[in-house]
């Protein structure tokens, strides 16, 4: 149940991550009319006709929002995806832009162009979406961790993260995030179903929403091993029962989760292979969901059929088994294993350097110190055992060296590797603080751990039970902090400033 205390901090963290949005607008205002765009070799839109009052307006307010792959997700959103290429943005965010601007929005239409219109809802849903993730990060960490410090210095950090451009630009970060970390609260909340429901959604806005299968699969053995080790009875047919039941609704759990969480991306799938392969325009639910079955009964029966490809048609729609996402990725932007290591992208693996050094760093931090916990990986230490659902999660400060925090490590590692090796480095600085927690609990630990004099992390007081006495500014600003600390907040601050100048002028900040 919430209390009022809770209530005004939640406040508060909505309020300042408003004021960030629009600090971080007013920025991309003022750099992007200051400083001329780079001619980029990427995907632009076609200048508007006949642009009135209203568009100059908003192009003046909000066009720096619209590069790189914001011009993608533009485009679908006003023409739906009309080439092959625009095939590797998925639909989520653009299809809730376009239903903003023709529904709540629509009467803005008849001042301005929906172009125009679709950047305003998008930059709009952005600011909500990224606000709502502030609170939801908040009550993760809370949740996880069991510090209040922890959680309050997370969310100040989120606030104006590395990436914070792509949160309120025409990207599906601010979305994807939200999803993903509403997933996780849900699950730490044992609300399962919800919870699965929610990073579903994130595969509708992303493709790595799959791995959050790792979630349920992990929180369901570990919840299993909990159940038979406080099992006292002896060996007998009424103890067989009970653990016959327990792995029936464990693995029920599972099954249902992992479809539900694929169902979506796999719908996807199979709009591409039609649109792309077949050439099909108009694709029904009815139309996806036949060819679905259709596939699944041939696999099942050990029969595959090669498609006769033609000029206008890829030579990967001949393969027995196809994803057409990542053949998409491959054919466009080279995206595949060690593709991009080239002597000329060194300048990219530099910009992605520093958060690649931060989570290395997370990583080996809590391994050192909790190795007995995770050569077991966490497995005989369920979290939060002893905690009832109205218990205050909090009651034990634990920090990052809680040990909740480990399956989300694990995550982070994945994605980590996944995007050094696989994808274009640059991205993956973006890419992890859109996907993970964890990038902002080490930095909140690291940040904690400086503002202590012998440095060591020990519980955290609920800071007297006010709100009014965290201040965001100490923490961004006017607080001493340590080598470590400065460094880290000129990292975040620093990122945000230039990753902001960049991006709006189609400089490589993508």
């Excluded at 006709?49 to 307006?57: H, M």
């Excluded at 162009?113 to 990060?137: D, K």
């Excluded at 699965?196 to 929403?209: H, K």
């Excluded at 920090?399 to 982070?412: I, K, P, Q, T, W």
Aim: a positive charge; hydrophobic letters at 45%.
């Amino acid at each position: 149940m919430a209390t009022p205390m809770g209530n005004s901090r939640k406040t508060m963290i909505a309020k300042y991550a408003i004021i960030s949005r629009l600090v971080v607008t007013f920025l991309q205002i003022l750099l992007n009319n200051l400083i001329p765009d780079h001619h980029a070799d990427a995907f632009h839109q076609d200048p508007m006709q006949n642009p009135g009052f209203g568009d100059l307006c908003i192009d003046l307010l909000l066009g720096g929002f619209c590069k790189w792959d914001g011009a993608h997700f533009l485009h679908i959103a006003e023409h739906g995806y009309t080439t092959d290429r625009m095939m590797a943005f998925f639909p989520l965010y653009p299809g809730l832009v376009r239903a903003l601007a023709d529904t709540l929005f629509s009467p803005l239409q008849m001042v301005m162009q929906l172009r125009s219109v679709l950047l305003v809802a998008g930059w709009l849903l952005n600011v909500l979406m990224f606000t709502l993730a502030a609170v939801v990060l908040y009550e993760l960490t809370k949740r996880v961790c069991k510090d209040q410090r922890i959680a309050d210095i997370a969310w100040i950090l989120y606030c104006f993260n590395p990436a914070s451009i792509f949160m309120t630009a025409m990207y599906t970060e601010a979305s994807f995030l939200l999803l993903s970390l509403s997933g996780m609260l849900f699950l730490e909340k044992r609300r399962y179903l919800i919870s699965t429901i929610a990073f579903g959604l994130g595969t509708c806005a992303r493709s790595n929403g799959i791995v959050s299968i790792g979630f349920v699969a992990y929180h369901t053995v570990q919840l299993s091993i909990f159940v038979f080790a406080k099992m006292r009875s002896p060996i007998n047919l009424s103890t067989l029962k009970k653990v016959c039941r327990i792995i029936v609704v464990g693995v029920t759990r599972t099954f249902y989760s992992a479809a539900i969480i694929l169902f979506p991306c796999a719908l996807y799938q199979i709009y591409c292979y039609l649109r792309i392969c077949n050439k099909e325009k108009v694709i029904s639910f009815q139309k996806i969901l036949e060819h679905g079955m259709e596939i699944l009964f041939k696999r099942a029966n050990n029969r595959t059929s090669v498609l006769q490809t033609t000029d206008d048609v890829p030579l990967w729609c001949s393969k027995s088994f196809v994803i057409p996402y990542s053949e998409v990725q491959a054919e466009h932007w080279n995206v595949g294993l060690l593709n991009y290591y080239e002597f000329k992208q060194l300048p990219n693996f530099f910009l992605a350097l520093p958060v690649i050094i931060l989570c290395l760093y997370g990583v080996q931090d809590y391994c050192s110190l909790k190795w007995d916990h995770v050569k077991v990986l966490g497995l005989l230490q369920p979290i939060r055992k002893d905690v009832k659902k109205t218990d205050d999660p909090i009651s034990q400060s634990e920090g990052f060296y809680s040990s909740g925090v480990f399956v989300y490590l694990v995550h982070l590692l994945v994605l980590l590797v996944f995007g050094v090796c696989c994808m274009h480095v640059q991205v993956v600085t973006r890419f992890l603080f859109s996907s993970s927690p964890v990038p902002i609990w080490i930095a909140s630990h690291i940040i904690q751990s400086s503002l202590k004099p012998n440095g060591v992390d020990t519980p955290s007081p609920e800071l007297n039970g006010s709100v009014q006495e965290l201040i965001p500014l100490d923490i961004m600003w006017r607080k001493h902090l340590d080598w470590k600390g400065r460094l880290l907040r000129g990292y975040f601050l620093g990122y945000c400033v230039i990753g902001v100048a960049l991006h709006c002028n189609f400089l490589p900040w993508t």
